[in-house]
Nanobody, 119 residues
Framework: VQLQASGGGLVQAGGSLRLSCAASGRTFSSYAMGWFRQAPGKAREFVAGINWSGASTNYADSVKGRFTISRDNAKHTVYLRLNSTKPEDTAVYYC?????????????WGQGTQVTVSS
């Protein structure tokens, strides 16, 4: 599976942004998917995950209620909607194909997309 993330950019605090991650390969719909982020000088951290069908999602406490992960298996794409953004959401965001839903173990990484939230 190859993953291509897009949609990052500059947003003011309180604003919204939608990230997309397009996947190649016929096995996309069999994978749980996730978004991670890495801020400067910090370790990469889990942000959100979604199971293969989209029926189950989970989030880091820091983004719960503000971010929404979704997927469209027909389009081989997973999304991350960022609402009520904060300066601390500034990071490079990565999509990933997960080994198992609910686990942070990653089978495949996409390249990152930069999100910058200005105060």
């Amino acid at each position: 599976v190859q993953l291509q993330a897009s949609g990052g950019g500059l947003v003011q605090a309180g604003g919204s942004l939608r990230l997309s991650c397009a996947a190649s390969g016929r096995t996309f719909s069999s994978y749980a998917m996730g978004w991670f982020r890495q801020a400067p000088g910090k370790a990469r951290e889990f942000v959100a995950g979604i199971n293969w069908s989209g029926a189950s999602t989970n989030y880091a406490d820091s983004v719960k209620g503000r971010f929404t992960i979704s997927r469209d298996n027909a389009k081989h794409t997973v999304y991350l909607r960022l609402n009520s953004t904060k300066p601390e959401d500034t990071a490079v965001y990565y999509c990933a194909a997960l080994g198992t839903y609910g686990s942070s173990a990653v089978d495949y990484w996409g390249q990152g997309t930069q999100v910058t939230v200005s105060s």
